[in-house]
């Protein structure tokens, strides 16, 4: 259980909201999907993304690797970050957004009330021209989100979530892979098919999942939920946002996870490389800090991660 919210900037202007009718559509340049190679991505959330691109090269060197998949949390409002997007681009990354809708009326987002926002984004997406991972809620069958579990009705999120998808199909923006994200399923999360938009809304499946204490395993932390995903769907599944804690064994479990990320053949992981010190759900996740864990992660990079095709 993570709160991400710190790590999303402080409101960015203000979009009008008005209710307006129906997009008119538009089109770009073909972007072929992403390859769905199992064991292939690499990827990481940074602190201060996407205002700086540093920190992620800080990794790339740390995990002995660039990684694939760069991410950010973007606000309610907050425009894309095309120059992140871009940055990343140049060094081999695509970008992975998690648009999370706090200020925002999940009914609202349904019936179209923030659609000149929506359509403000998609343009800038679009215009990208580039593969972009776009989530939207993610965690929504936890309870600690005002868009959760026990918050929103699942059926209320699916409609938002439809909303969004075919606006930006409307928009012309072809180059979202969208990312359906899930919590692990743990203590006190509903039932993840209660979440789902159907096959035609999601390209591929995201679980968050963290290491917390030793007992921790990859089967205990993940493997539950990716069985109940796959009486579902047959979607390619990403750990979407994971990492080990000191107080789990950062170094051998760091082994455990990536050897469980090649045996369940997800798509591959994307790292909270992040200092946090606020309890066992809020570690310091970065492997920067210690050889150990930095040798594990370089390892577990070199022997079960391969490279995108």
Partial sequence: MLLVAVVIAAAAVAFAVTRIGSPTPRHAAAVAPLPTRPASYLGVYELGSPGAYQPVAGFAQAAGRQPDIAGYFSGWTQPFAASFAERARGHGAVTIVQIDPTLASIPGIAGGVYDSYL?????????????????????????????????????????????????????????????????????????VHSWWPGPNYVTWVGIDGYYYRRSDTFAKVFGRTISEVREFTDKPVLLSETAVGPQAGQAVKIRDLFRGMRRYATLGLVWFDMAQHQGIYHQDWRIEDSAAAKAAFRQGVRDNLARIP
Wanted: charged share 10%; proline share 7%.
């Fill in 119 to 191: 359509r403000s984004y998609a343009d800038s997406v679009r215009d990208f021209g580039h593969p972009v991972i776009i989530g939207f809620g993610h965690e929504m069958n936890a309870t600690w989100y005002p868009w959760g579990y026990g918050r929103v009705p699942p059926a209320t999120f699916v409609a938002a979530w439809r909303h969004i998808v075919t606006l930006f199909r409307g928009q012309g923006a072809g180059n979202v892979t969208w990312l359906w994200t899930l919590q692990a399923d743990t203590s006190g999360t509903g039932p």
